[in-house]
C-alpha cells in the first residue's frame, strides 16, 4: 500500500510568485486536506476536498486554492506569494467514513518566499 | 471555536523511563475526536493513538496510552518505557464530530520530546 506523497519536497520561491504543490493520496482514500504549518507552530488547516469539490476552508484568504482529481490526487496553488507564506505543507487524505477519522499525512512539501 | 494547549515546549525524559506530555482542549462540542502525532525532524506526522469523545476507557496503543478526563478536559500522552527513537515533536489535536469525512483539525503548539541515553 502506497502512502501519501508529496512533491516537490523543497522549493524556493520570491515575493509575488505563484507556487503548485502536489500530493497523491493514500490508496483508496478519497478525501484530502491541507495543512500549513509555520516554524515552531503546529499545523493549521487550509482546506479539504472530497469528490473534487472543496467542502471545508479555514481561515485562509482565497490565493490559496486546490484542487482534486478523479484518483483522488490534489493540488494546493498559492498565488502572490508573501514572505509569511513560507512553511512546511502537509498533505493528509484518509477514506471517507473513516471509523476514527485519522488522517494520514505526507513528508510535507518545505516552501521558502525570499 | 476548537482550542488545543500544550504548555510544555520541551520535555527530557531520560531512557526507559516513562513522561506524559500534557494537553487541554476547549470545545463546545459534544461529539469530538482527540489525537496524539509525532513528527520527526522529517517532517512527517505519524498518528500514534485516538480518543473519541464518547470512549469511556482510557486508549492505549503499544508503549502509549492516553489519560482522558473529560471533565477537565484534558487528553494528556503517556509514552512508557522511552527510546531514542521517541525523541521527537509531539502534537495534540482534535477533530470536531467523530469519523467521517470532515477532517478539519486543529493542532496544539506540541511538545519537543529529547530522550536521554
Known amino acids: 500500500e502506497t502512502g501519501v506523497t508529496q512533491s516537490p519536497t523543497h522549493l524556493i520561491k520570491t515575493r509575488g510568485q505563484q507556487v503548485t504543490l502536489r500530493c497523491s493520496s493514500q490508496s483508496g482514500h478519497n478525501t484530502v486536506s491541507w495543512y500549513q504549518q509555520a516554524l515552531g507552530q503546529g499545523p493549521q488547516f487550509i482546506f479539504q476536498?472530497?469528490?473534487?469539490?472543496?467542502?471545508g476552508r479555514g481561515n485562509f484568504p482565497p490565493r490559496f486554492s486546490g484542487l482534486q482529481f478523479p484518483n483522488y490526487s490534489s493540488e494546493l496553488n498559492v498565488n502572490a506569494l508573501e514572505l509569511d507564506d513560507s512553511a512546511l505543507y502537509l498533505c493528509?487524505?484518509?477514506?471517507?467514513?473513516?471509523?476514527?477519522?485519522?488522517?494520514?499525512f505526507g513528508e510535507g512539501s518545505r516552501l521558502t518566499v525570499l | 471555536a476548537q482550542k488545543i494547549t500544550q504548555t510544555q515546549p520541551g520535555m527530557f525524559v531520560q531512557e526507559k523511563e516513562a513522561v506524559t506530555l500534557d494537553c487541554t482542549y476547549d470545545t463546545s462540542d459534544q461529539s469530538y475526536g482527540l489525537f496524539w502525532y509525532k513528527q520527526p525532524s522529517s517532517g512527517e506526522m505519524i498518528f500514534l493513538i485516538y480518543?473519541?469523545?464518547?470512549?469511556?476507557q482510557n486508549a492505549t496503543e503499544g508503549r502509549y496510552s492516553l489519560n482522558f478526563q473529560k471533565a477537565r478536559k484534558s487528553a494528556n500522552l503517556v509514552i512508557s518505557a522511552s527510546q531514542l527513537g521517541d525523541s521527537a515533536m509531539y502534537f495534540c489535536a482534535m477533530r470536531e464530530g467523530l469519523g467521517g469525512g470532515y477532517q478539519k483539525v486543529t493542532f496544539g503548539t506540541g511538545t519537543k520530546l529529547q530522550v536521554i541515553p
Open positions: 493528509a487524505s484518509s477514506p471517507s467514513g473513516g471509523n476514527t477519522g485519522e488522517l494520514f
Open positions: 480518543q473519541g469523545s464518547y470512549d469511556e
Open positions: 476536498y472530497y469528490r473534487e469539490e472543496e467542502n
